[in-house]
């Protein structure tokens, strides 16, 4: 069935819309017309580029002879809502409507701007002098709308929060921010427009009554002192808790002192008042006479290093204490056992452990209070000494060997069986490893043992002895030949009469040299075992005459060798494999022996996570803010988070502790002032200010009643080059499924108000990245989808100084999804998208494209050797960041078992893969943020999977993607 479109009535449309042709400039340019299939009619035509107009009325006149013809069967960019651009088309299925000539008939095309709905209103009176309870007053000025919704941004009011009135009024019961939103609707065009503006609701400052007691738990007639700190106050009345002093007992000055002459608990009370708001505060605190207080001890502890020599340092906690003295169990040091300081250290220089005992006394009160606890201080770490024996030596072959390692302070291990014609079972790392030998003689087993933080590593030798069997050997091969033996010097004499008797022939053995089978073999010397490193070969091979390299070095072009003793450079760290073959040119045989060398950039490299303290799910967001340290955000199992500092070497230098969200961090003019948004603990979006000290800033709250996405698509920041911060976060069933909203603030996280909503288009929209672009603005990638039953596409997003925001869309047959955006070197941006298999529904793939500065997309699509369960998307998107060379994207990938981590270098151009790595870890590893750090490394956060187990990790790689 053809789809079919009402056509518009000029006058009718133009009256609904408030449109007049003669006052109207009609866009509709490069009109033509032809005809296909001997049915349809194809008009096409382009819409003229204007400011100010994203939506147009598209209007269709057909006459004939001067006659209307109504073209009822038309369909295609017609009507409303249609967007600026070229080659837009309109089809006609022109005998349903026209049985004449079509030839004859004459068509006009009129594209005029529509008014789109404009949201603004103004708040035109606020009642008690803005102090709560307020009346407020609200006048809507919007234009071309005729339906709104209001959002009072006051939840805790009901039903009273939301409004459909055009000019309502609300009384905010309580102080505060409030964001409020009006939704300015026009029903015709189905668009709409939303405005906010934030109001203050004053209260009156809170009254707090405090105070201190000097000179508690005295003997009888003892003069007490009482030091008021109150908060907000300026009337007092004290009540001392004494009636029996009479009028002595109360007293309305701010400190005042109170002598009591008999033993007892007095509970004194302090009542404060602020005159001006009428508010009031109590407090009772009790004063002790004629008895003094035990003394409860405690302190912690911090060690300077694990290790002897170790200083501790002593924090006392004790309480109602005045004197001190410390015991740290360590009587070799002499006098320095003891102390009598408040917050003493002491430095242990001998492993051990050792009871720390505290006393402390309470004024005159002659009982101590007492607590201890021990302290381990560990031996520095012994270098690695290796050792193995062997069972079932000296046996017959071929025969396996089992090796049993001995070594001690090791924890890595690497045999060389002494059998190179077991080509790469010649080698192994495990523990206690197992080797089988195929032919008898005498092999030199060599273990080299190491551990992590010596460079000095360790080796043992053993000999195992293969015996042979007890049978003779047999003989050479033999040929026989026939040879006739010359005649005597003296013949016989031969009778006439006799026949000359023949000699017989003799057969004589002559033996064939036997050509041995080649044996490949060879040594190699590194002059370093970190890159650049030149390895030296010595060809040790037998009964070869030619010889075929291969230095495992596939991203080399001298990968290859024929030398005999050739030599090769590496520049990449990694595991590489050698392979020798040996020919013989004369029996055409082969043989092949394999070595594997592991080299390692002299470079610092790290994977943190049991380090986090905290049951730590996720580390989130990265950010630097010195050229050795970096700050990362890590969300706790529960409610809250951390933000802590990181080195290059992987320490962790500071940790805050929040009760809140966040999720994502940016610098801001400096590298020591930055900012973060999260979800406070009632769920609200909040952004928050916070220095390189970790010293946090006042939140603000955006008093928004939505609901937010907080998976992978959580909310984000960036910092612009006007100095304002964008703030994204996706709202979750809200006007639809998901949508987007976009708030900007200024550099203390005050929200600057937007006379538009930004993406005013009906659908599901979400958006999965931000970034700041040259002109002062945004632009942002994500998705869009137009229901349920159609495909996500590609959406890209620029957002102006003034907060409006153009949508483009890039379309597919299949869902799409643009995962990460950065700006390209060709004038446009890049963007990391997830786009689903056509072969596997179930299956996402992973590729790199580049997106013209309009919007518009351009011929590049590099697809990345990356794939990624339909359910894990948007969970953890892959992550994309520009380089000095071009750009660098990491990502989940699933292997067909797991989840690994994958880099993935390309070019400027953006067409050419350089080169990918994998870092596999134990389990499933799913990335959140990337940065590249200023000594060339890679900075890599995200979560690990192990079972049912999840934590965060921080990981840092080399230049080159590579863990040391």
Known sequence: MRTQIKYFIICLFLSMTGIYASSQENFAVNISKSVSEGEKLIITYDIAETSGANSFSVIMLVTSDGKQIKASAAYGDIGSNVSPGKEKAIVWYFKDDFDGDVSSIKVDVFAYKENEPQAIFQIVATGNNGYAPSEVVFLNKSTFANEYRWDFG????????????????????????????????????????????????????????????????????????????????????????????????????????????????????????????????????EVTVGQVATAKAAFIYTRSAETAPSTVVFKNTSENADRYEWDFGDPDSGNKNKSEDADPAHVYSKPGKYKVELSAWSGSNKKAGKYSETITIAELPKPPEAGF?????????????????????????????????????????????????????????????????????????????????????????????????????????????????????????????????????????????????????????????????????????????????????????????????????????????????????????????????????????????????????????????????????????????????????????????????????????????????????????????????????????????????????????????????????????????????????VGTKLATDILPTMDGGFALTGYWQENEKSPKMILFGKIDRKGHGEMHLIRSQQNVIGCDIEESYQGGYAVLRAKESEENSEIFEVSFILIAANGGPTDCANMLPCSIKKDDVLKNRPVLIKTADGYLAASHRFNGLDYDIALFWIDRTGEVLIRYVDITLPGDQFVNDLLQTTDGGFLISGEQRVRNDQKAFVIKTDPFGKLN
């Open 154 to 285: 006051d939840p805790s009011s009901g039903a009273g929060n939301i409004s459909y009135e055009k000019d309502p009024k609300h009384t905010y019961q309580k102080g505060g921010i409030y964001s409020i939103s009006l939704v300015a609707r026009n029903t015709q065009l189905n668009m709409e427009n939303t405005y906010y503006q934030s109001i203050e609701i004053k209260t009156h400052d809170q009254v707090a009554a405090d105070f201190t007691i000097e000179g508690n738990n005295q003997k009888p007639k003892s003069k007490v002192n009482f030091i008021n700190k109150s908060v907000n106050a300026d009337n007092y009345r004290w009540n001392f808790g004494d009636p029996g002093s009479g009028k002595k007992n109360s007293s309305a000055k701010e400190h005042d002192t109170h002598k009591y002459k008999s033993e007892g608990i007095y509970k004194v009370e302090l009542i404060v008042r602020n005159n001006f708001s009428g508010l009031s505060d109590t407090v009772v605190k």
């Open 389 to 761: 024996s062997t069972q079932n030596n000296n046996v017959l072959g071929p025969a396996t060997i089992i090796f049993k390692n001995k070594s001690v302070n090791a924890e890595e291990y690497l045999w060389d069986f002494g059998d190179p014609e077991s080509g790469e079972e010649n080698a192994s790392s495990r523990e206690n490893p197992t080797h089988t030998y195929r032919k008898e003689g005498r092999y030199t087993v060599t273990l080299t043992a190491s551990s992590p933080g010596f460079s000095v590593k360790s080796s043992a030798t053993d000999v195992v002895v293969i015996l042979g069997s007890s049978k003779p050997t047999e003989s050479p091969v033999e040929k026989t030949a026939e040879v006739t033996p010359e005649k005597p010097v003296e013949q016989p004499v031969v009778k006439p009469s006799e026949t000359p008797v023949k000699e017989p022939a003799v057969t004589v053995p002559v033996k064939e040299p036997v050509i041995l089978p080649p044996v490949a073999g060879f040594e190699l010397v590194l002059n370093s075992d970190f890159v650049p490193a030149r390895a030296e070969f010595k060809n040790l091979s037998a009964n070869a005459d030619s010889y075929k390299w291969n230095f495992g070095d596939f991203d080399s072009d001298r990968n290859e060798s024929v030398e005999n003793a050739p030599s090769h450079s590496y520049t990449v760290p990694g595991n590489y494999i050698i392979t020798l073959e040996a020919i013989n040119s004369k029996t055409g045989k082969v043989h092949k022996v394999s070595k594997e060398i592991s080299l390692k950039s002299n470079f610092s490299t790290f994977l943190r996570s049991d380090e986090f303290k905290g049951d730590y799910t996720s580390a989130n967001s990265l950010v630097q803010i010195s050229d050795n340290e970096y700050i990362v955000l890590l969300k706790s199992k529960g409610k809250g988070s951390s933000v802590i500092k990181v080195d290059n070497q992987g320490k962790i230098t500071d940790q805050k502790k929040l009760d809140y969200d966040v999720y994502n961090i940016v610098n801001l003019e400096s590298k020591n002032d930055l900012m973060m948004t999260g979800l406070d603990e009632s769920g609200k979006l909040m952004v928050q200010s916070i220095n390189s000290g970790l010293r946090t800033g006042t939140s603000v709250v955006f008093q928004l009643e939505k609901n937010y996405s907080a998976g992978s698509a959580f909310p984000k920041l960036a910092f612009s080059k006007a100095n304002e911060v964008g703030v994204i976060a996706n709202t979750l069933n809200d006007r639809y499924p998901i949508d987007i909203l976009f708030q900007k603030t200024d550099k203390s996280g005050r929200i600057i108000t937007l006379a538009d909503r930004t993406f005013k288009y």
